[in-house]
Structures are given as structure tokens and as C-alpha cells.
């Protein structure tokens, strides 16, 4: 059974959108005053220890228009992963994609059950959204800023439920960034 992680750059009022300049947002690129060498060190561990991404459409759209051009271990990473994407429309569908089988839920569930290393989800707050309501994520990292931007998309479901969290791992970087890493308490 593969792992499910969810990986968010996430704001002190729980925003997760446009953390890195996309147009979405009027405060977009909140995360760059805060980029720092060690939280840079951390993304890239995370992403080689991947084996594979799974994205929601948007997400996919503004990865497969950014990461192509890009040439470092990291780019090199996200464009030689493959890409288990989201989407009603998967012949537009490029840059080592696939389309996650319908209905979303039983097709991410089969992903988890085939072989291989961890499934990372960035980004795709409504797909992470689903996941989490699903119980399909096994691990939750999210990378908090200090900063608010006052509103945006946000991954947490809004539907009153109880759920209760174990944390897995804790680390603060030099510009005051806060990796909190939980699991499901009892899973």
C-alpha cells in the first residue's frame, strides 16, 4: 500500500493559495520573503523521496506551464515524476500525466493499493479537500508562513466535523517558517 502525503505551503490564517506568485490572488507569492536555504533543502528531500505526484487540474496546469523550463535536481525531479491528475478533460493531459480514474475517490484509492513509494499532493486545495473528508491522506504536512493575506482558498473541510490529529514531526526554519506533520490519531 502506497502512503498518501499532502504537502501545503499554508499562511498563518490557514490560506494555501498563490503561495508562489500565481495570479490568483493579491497577495500572491506570499511564501518568497520567507525562502530560505533550509526550508529549500526541505522541499527537495521531500520531493525525491516521491515517487509520484497526484494533482488536481489547476494545480497540474500551473506545475506543467512552470516546471518544464526550470533545469536543477528539483525541476529535474518534478519532470520525470509521474503525474496522476484530476480532471474531466484527460486527453489535454501532457508532461508525464495521467488521468486518476472515475469516480476520483475509488480511483485514488486504487492508486494507493498498487505498488511503489509515496504519493505527494501539492497544492490542489479542493482535491486535498475531498482526501481529507475521504480519510485518504495518511500524512498531512503543512509548511506554515508567518504571514495572513486575509482570505483564499483553504484546504480544510468546512462541515463542522471533529478530527483529531497526531503530530508526526515538528521543524522550525530560520525565517520562521514551521513544518507540522500529522497523521490521523489512530490510523
Do not use: C
Amino acid at each position: 500500500m502506497r502512503r498518501l502525503i499532502v504537502t501545503e505551503f499554508m499562511t498563518l490564517d490557514g490560506v494555501v493559495e498563490a503561495p508562489g506568485g500565481e495570479p490568483t490572488h493579491p497577495h500572491a507569492g506570499w511564501t518568497m520573503p520567507f525562502s530560505t536555504e533550509d526550508v529549500r533543502a526541505f522541499k527537495l528531500r521531500e520531493v525525491l523521496e516521491a515517487e509520484s505526484l497526484l494533482l488536481g487540474r489547476r494545480t497540474y496546469e500551473q506545475f506543467a506551464d512552470a516546471w518544464p523550463a526550470r533545469d536543477d535536481e528539483f525541476a529535474d525531479k518534478m519532470n520525470g515524476m509521474p503525474k496522476d491528475v484530476v480532471t474531466s478533460r484527460p486527453a489535454e493531459l501532457t508532461w508525464n500525466a495521467t488521468a486518476v480514474a472515475q469516480p476520483v475517490r475509488a480511483g485514488v484509492s486504487a492508486l494507493k493499493e498498487g505498488d511503489g513509494g509515496p504519493i505527494l499532493v501539492a497544492g490542489s486545495a479542493s482535491l486535498v479537500r475531498s482526501l481529507l473528508v475521504w480519510g485518504l491522506v495518511d500524512e498531512l504536512r503543512l509548511l506554515t508562513y508567518p504571514v495572513m493575506v486575509g482570505g483564499g482558498l483553504r484546504i480544510f473541510p468546512d462541515d463542522r466535523e471533529k478530527w483529531t490529529f497526531e503530530l508526526t514531526e515538528l521543524e522550525r526554519f530560520r525565517s520562521g517558517a514551521v513544518l507540522h506533520s500529522y497523521r490521523l490519531a489512530g490510523s
